[in-house]
């Protein structure tokens, strides 16, 4: 009986150590690149950002410019980022969860809302420090939407 | 009747009295109100700093429609799981029927217009803070909000939980008077300190609390484990965050961290209230919070 038990727990146990290696650690170059995106973003956001909060002096060409690159950034393709088994049940290193791929026309809508946010700060940046700062609210509002939705908390 | 038996019987007569007596829901006098004005512009910056919509607009409701308060939204917790009541000027499914008065007893007293123990999950504790004029210019703005006729969900909380009366004996406990920062303060992180204690309920989340859930006052926004499971929640006092007062501005005004990285979870929504703020307000909040003491 006693040795009956002993396997069993060997058995548990292994399940539990095979269970826990489904999630492994990805070097999956789609998602390097999709990382390396929001980079992107983060740093061209940042320097909007400085202007924003007076941690920089506002210049029309330097501002214009980061909003043009998030500009080109919104129009990637990154059709073949995302492919499947690559959210946070399936990999360790990833945030993105299961449900980007169980809602895609949402995640979709909000990718728009995302673009025209981005839009609205690339005629907003050139014109003066008043407006960019009033065009940072809804571009973090857009990014925080998909966040809320669909990346796992850390 | 014997003697130890009267005695035990006089001694447990005079502590429930007591405790049915301490445990009584308390209300505002009615003559405070009286001399009160409202002001509905006023009330709409109470709405946003106090973040009602988060929990009483009609879940994953955008935009416009999170100015539909019907309820409905459900929080598991250990004790239960609780709804959020509608809150819309309906006068039947809302509280369009309510007073100033009632609005007072609900937010300061967390008494029902039915003089019953509201269940902390609707943080009271906090808004007891909050000054009769901003009571009545809540109310004020409340009103120009639609009705909405979604019935309220009744709680679903566990034995011993589901006796109201109890709740008599953890405010008690656990019901806050006055200011935890206190001392020397400059007026901007007296409003700060007014938009955090009293409206904002930023402690409600970042605040640990006991067993009984109760704050721990000594760890007064000092963040821990996330009861919800998934992580932590984060440190606000100047131990924790050390992000410089513009940058807790903004993040409070757009989301986005020093990082450029974004709110997530939660915090999505606090920061759609708190974007409705002016700037001096949110300086207001980043400056009460680079005054908390090192912990």
Not at chain 2, 222 to 244: E, R
Request: hydrophobic share 40%.
């Amino acid at each position: 009986m006693k040795r009956v038990s002993f396997v069993t727990a060997l058995g548990l146990t292994a399940t539990i150590f095979l269970g826990a290696a489904t999630a492994h650690e990805t070097d999956n170059p789609a998602v390097t690149a999709r990382m390396a995106i929001m980079q992107l973003y983060a740093n061209n956001l940042g320097q909007l950002g400085a202007m924003a909060k007076g941690n920089v002096e506002y210049s029309a060409d330097a501002a214009t410019a980061a909003a043009n690159n998030l500009g080109l950034l919104v129009q990637l393709d990154q059709s073949t980022l995302w492919p499947a088994g690559t959210d946070t049940d399936s990999i360790s290193n990833t945030r993105a969860l299961p449900e980007i791929w169980q809602n895609f026309p949402d995640v979709m809508a909000k990718g728009k809302a995302l673009s025209e946010a981005v839009t609205a700060m690339q005629a907003a940046a050139g014109t003066d420090l008043a407006s960019l700062q009033g065009a940072m609210g809804a571009l973090g509002g857009a990014c925080g939407a998909c966040h809320k939705a669909y990346r796992a908390p850390e | 009747m014997n003697g130890p038996l009267k005695l035990v019987l006089i001694f447990g007569t005079i502590v429930g009295g007591a405790g049915w007596i301490l445990t009584a829901p308390s209300t505002v006098e009615s003559d405070m109100l009286a001399t009160v004005s409202a002001d509905v512009e006023r009330g709409k910056t109470v709405f946003y700093a106090s973040g009602c919509a988060s929990c009483h607009a009609t879940p994953d409701s955008q935009d416009d429609a999170k100015l539909r308060l019907g309820g409905g939204h459900a929080f598991k917790t250990d004790f239960g799981t609780f709804y959020a009541p509608n809150i819309s000027s309906d006068v039947t499914a809302g509280i369009g029927a309510w007073t100033d008065e009632d609005l007072a007893n609900a937010l300061i007293h967390g008494t029902s217009p039915e003089k019953r123990h509201y269940y902390p999950a609707f943080p009271y504790t906090t808004y007891a803070q909050m000054t009769l004029e901003d009571v009545a210019s809540l109310r004020s703005f409340l009103s120009t909000l639609p009705a909405v006729a979604t019935p309220n969900t009744p709680h679903d909380v566990r034995f011993p939980f589901n006796i109201r009366r109890i709740l008599g004996g953890w405010k008690l406990m656990f019901t806050r008077k006055g200011w935890v920062l206190d001392g020397d303060l400059t007026e901007q992180q007296i409003e700060g300190r007014y938009l955090v204690e009293a409206l904002g309920h930023c402690a409600e989340c970042h605040t640990p609390r006991n067993a009984l859930g109760g704050m721990k006052r000594g760890s007064w926004l000092a963040g821990g484990p996330n009861p919800d499971g998934k992580g932590t929640i984060p440190d606000l006092t100047p131990a924790g965050l050390d992000w410089s007062e513009g940058d807790i501005a903004e993040y409070l005004k757009s989301g986005f961290t020093p990082e450029y990285d974004t709110a997530g979870g939660q915090m999505v929504d606090v920061i759609e209230n708190t974007s409705q703020l002016s700037d001096a307000e949110r300086a207001a909040i980043a400056a009460y919070l680079k005054a908390l003491p090192v912990q």
